[in-house]
């Protein structure tokens, strides 16, 4: 490789290595996707083809990098991978699995749009793109809490989103009545509201709205209480 008198500017590259022996997630999460999912015409509160869309996108990142892969779970726009404390993927530079993650994510959703949404293209001044982060833990409890927190997330997001939305749709309210009819419930008020006044069982929601989508690092997609089974989910890590 030849050297050239410009070579110098290299030494001005940081490179962040995230600490060893430490789990690291790294977060993907659409960028303004409340935007995107309106102009795609996505349904309310929870358009399917979009949710498989995600799981299809992040299976094949899974699977590409299995070996350094726990589990990965998303909800809405986001998906978090979850990799092996000794994981020593890219050196463990974290502005590359931030970027690399990111972008083969976002390719994958792009070339596997049509086949989830048949009938509409995606349109160039309308292009989907993921931001993504690395964060570390220290220890698997800490590990097992950030997945149940954002397994819980889904949740209290899905039964406010599902309420608001039966209101509205069902119930001919403005969105404002929605709002002021939900405003100060906890979960059970709300599952009552969205019994009484909408006749709908929250219990019989599918379940991939309500616990969100885990992936194995075999590439299973289940949807399964990640409270309940949160120490079987990490056995053996
Ligand atoms: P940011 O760029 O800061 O992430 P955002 O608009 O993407 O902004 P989020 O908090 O990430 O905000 O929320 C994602 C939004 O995308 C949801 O609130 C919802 O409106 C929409 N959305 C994502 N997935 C779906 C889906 N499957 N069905 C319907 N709407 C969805
Ligand atoms: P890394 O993942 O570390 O970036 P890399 O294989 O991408 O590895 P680079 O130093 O980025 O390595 O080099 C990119 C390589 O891609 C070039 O060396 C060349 O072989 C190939 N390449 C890139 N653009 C073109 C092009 N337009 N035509 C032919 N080959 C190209
Ligand atoms: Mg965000
Ligand atoms: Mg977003
Ligand atoms: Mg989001
Ligand atoms: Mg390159």
């Known amino acids: 490789m030849a050297n050239s008198k410009f ?19 790294v977060r993907v999460d659409g960028k303004k996707f409340h935007e995107f999912s309106k102009f795609y015409d996505f349904d309310k509160p929870n ?19 299995k070996s350094d892969m726990i589990l990965a779970f ?3 726009d986001e998906y978090s ?11 463990r530079r974290s502005d590359k699995l931030a970027t690399l993650f990111g972008s083969l994510f976002t390719s994958n959703y792009v070339a596997l749009w049509p086949k989830f949404f048949t009938d509409r293209p995606l349109d160039l001044k309308h292009l989907p793109y993921f931001d993504a982060r690395c964060v570390l833990y220290p220890s698997l409890p800490i ?12 949740h209290i997001n899905n039964l406010y989103n599902t309420a608001f939305w039966q209101l509205v749709l069902k119930c001919g ?36 709205f309500k616990k969100g989508s885990l992936i194995t690092k075999k590439g299973d997609i289940i949807h399964v209480d990640v409270i309940k089974e949160i120490d079987q989910l990490f056995e053996g890590c």
């Open 47 to 65: 358009d399917i083809r979009a949710l498989k869309l995600m799981n299809a996108s992040a299976k094949n990142v899974v699977l590409k990098y």
């Open 7 to 25: 070579e110098y500017v290299r030494q001005f590259e940081s490179h962040d290595v995230l600490l060893p022996q430490t789990y690291i997630v």
């Open 81 to 91: 991978f979850i990799l092996r404390k000794d994981s020593v993927l890219f050196n």
């Open 74 to 76: 998303g909800e809405s």
């Open 143 to 154: 590990v097992k809490d950030y997945l149940s927190w954002r397994f819980v997330d889904t």
């Open 173 to 208: 309210m403005t969105a404002q009545e929605s709002e002021n009819r939900l405003s100060g419930t906890v979960s059970s008020e709300k599952q009552e509201i969205l019994f009484t006044d909408c006749g709908i069982n929250y219990n019989n929601e599918p379940e991939i």
